[in-house]
Structures are given as structure tokens and as C-alpha cells.
């Protein structure tokens, strides 16, 4: 019986070699992010591997990590400096509209600012995915990761819930997560894969079959548009 319980091919040791697994891959997360310079390929690598553990092809968590960090530090930075300056254009919006603007036309101005703010989040959201799925440029990770958010509303939505609910928790009830301590444990990367599960659904739909010219050297996926 405990045999049985214990081999390597169990559920229970399965469920353990995954909990370890997004352990590690935290722990390497924090590490490369803490210059914030490489955030951008951080995220990438992060995700990246994520979708690899819930694709069950990650048979090293450490060397996907760090080649997948490796691949993407130039566009990984790209896409986050875009993003976040995408977002400060944003903020300078908000500011100038509720300090200059009043009655109806500031009402105007803030619904459509909190438009783009949901778009831009929903494009936030997919990019760094879709970039470590598919070999494409920024300007069109961006674009092909908005219309991904718009074409598959219910994933957006349920990505978004994953990200943001840890985030509210700690916010106004950090004991919950213990003052942020569970995040340096296994908090980012335990929400990377849980989106993962619903990211390569959508992805997968947008590669059709495994052929030697969509795939890369890593068996990151050629863009398809």
C-alpha cells in the first residue's frame, strides 16, 4: 500500500514534483527580477516555463527558466517598456482629466480612459504569455495579444480574476498571505501557472500541427499572422 503510494509514478508524488517544481521556479523568478532591468524577461521566462510545467514537457524547471530568460531579454524588455509607458500616458490621462476637466466632458474623458485601461490590461495580461509562446516582434505581440484578449473574453476575464485576487488579498488582508511572504515563496509562479492552464488552450488553438517550420530551436511556436 505505501509503496504504491509512494512510487514515483503515485498522484501523491506527481502533485509533490510539481508543488517543488513552482517553488523553484519562483525562487528563480524572484532572483532575476530583483535588478528590475530584466523584469521584462523575467516575466517571459516565467511564463514560458509555467506553460511548459502544465504542458508536462518541463523535464528541468531551472534550464527552461534560464533559457527562456536568456532568449527573451531584449524583447521581454521591449514589451514591458512599452507596456509601462503605455500605462504612465495612462496615468498622466487621469491626472489632467480630474484636475482641468469637470462636468460632463470629464465624465466622457474618464469612461473612455477606463476603456484603455481595461484594454491595456487585457493586453498586459496575454503579452508576456504570447511572447513566450510565439517568436514575433513587439508591435505585433501587442496587437495579436489585444485581439486574443477580445476573441477569447471568458480566459481574459479569468486570467484577470487569478492575477488580481492574490494581489487584493495581500493589499487588505495581508495576514491572509502572510504579510507577502507567500508571494517570495511560490506566489508568482504559482499564479503563472494557473493562468498557463488557460493559456495554452487558447494558444494551442493557434498553432495546428507541430511542423518543422512553426517551431524554433526551444519549440517556441512561429507567430501565424
Known sequence: MLDSIFSADSALMRVLGKAADVIVLNLIFVATSLPVVTLGASVTALHGTAMRIVRGRSESVTGDYLRAFRENVRRGSQLLLVLASLAGVLAAWYVVVTTFVAGVAQLVLLV?????????????????????????????????????AWRHPLTALAAMALTSLPVVVTVFYPRVAVYGLLWFAFGFAAVAVLTGILFVRVFDTYIPAPRSDLVTKDGTARALS
Open 112 to 148: 473612455i480612459w477606463l476603456v484603455l485601461v481595461v484594454q491595456l490590461a487585457l493586453t498586459g495580461l496575454f503579452a508576456f504569455p504570447y511572447l513566450a509562446t510565439f517568436d514575433d516582434v513587439t508591435s505585433r505581440v501587442l496587437r495579436n495579444a489585444r485581439l486574443m
